[in-house]
T-cell receptor, first 111, second 113 residues
Framework: EDQVTQSPEALRLQEGESSSLNCSYT??????LFWYRQDPGKGPEFLFT???AGEEKEKERLKATLTKKESFLHITAPKPEDSATYLC????????????FGKGTKLSVIP | DTAVSQTPKYLVTQMGNDKSIKCEQN?????MYWYKQDSKKFLKIMFS???????INETVPNRFSPKSPDKAHLNLHINSLELGDSAVYFC????????????FGQGTRLTVV
């Protein structure tokens, strides 16, 4: 059974204090590793897709990286508006039509 | 221009009632999903439809019945609602299967009293 584990569950950062969120995955035949951002009362908002180990993607203060067992979401010089829950999800196997989500990391950036 | 829209956003109902949640996507995607997010914010797949055909039906009580009248719509009907059904239900869509990102609606918060 596919498993996605995220750590830490919650993270408080001072504005400007860079850090990383971890996503460990155990899937058979990774097809894609996805990062989403979810604000309270809203649906998950797509951020990145990573397909193979060594791949990196960036968007503003966020950078996602992928190894064969983990993915990291690096946040550089975060701002209060980066506060949200960040979700990691994986899809696996041929003909997969679902995402297996981790439980998320709730990020709070304090001014 | 909302890509994936669900109605209603909030639904409060009594135990034993039957209710429906509607979902529509205007992205031209061929795959649609229903996910359930519990009180601990954990998102779990319930159903996946590809080209109106049911692909995935996770261990969900058969009181939950999805219906896809066309590729742009996937509705969720729930019979005999129970307290434990209280959660946020998200509709999503994607192009193809798990190799592409899914786009989510804003969610329907269902409260059973």
């Amino acid at each position: 059974e596919d498993q996605v584990t995220q750590s830490p569950e919650a993270l408080r950062l001072q504005e400007g204090e860079s850090s990383s969120l971890n996503c460990s995955y155990t899937v058979s035949g990774l097809r894609g590793l996805f990062w989403y951002r979810q604000d309270p009362g809203k649906g998950p908002e797509f951020l990145f897709t990573l397909y193979s180990a060594g791949e990196e993607k960036e968007k503003e203060r966020l950078k996602a990286t992928l190894t064969k067992k983990e993915s990291f979401l690096h946040i550089t010089a975060p701002k209060p508006e980066d506060s949200a829950t960040y979700l990691c999800a994986a899809s696996s196997g041929a003909g997969s039509y679902q995402l297996t989500f981790g439980k998320g990391t709730k990020l709070s950036v304090i001014p | 221009d909302t890509a994936v829209s669900q109605t209603p956003k909030y639904l409060v109902t009594q135990m034993g009632n039957d209710k429906s949640i509607k979902c529509e996507q205007n992205l031209g995607h061929d795959t649609m999903y229903w996910y359930k997010q519990d009180s601990k914010k954990f998102l779990k797949i319930m159903f996946s439809y590809n080209n109106k055909e049911l692909i995935i039906n996770e261990t969900v009580p058969n009181r939950f019945s999805p219906k896809s009248p066309d590729k742009a719509h996937l509705n969720l009907h729930i019979n005999s609602l129970e307290l434990g059904d209280s959660a946020v239900y998200f509709c999503a869509s994607s192009h193809g299967g798990g190799e592409t990102e899914a786009f989510f609606g804003q969610g329907t918060r269902l409260t059973v009293v």
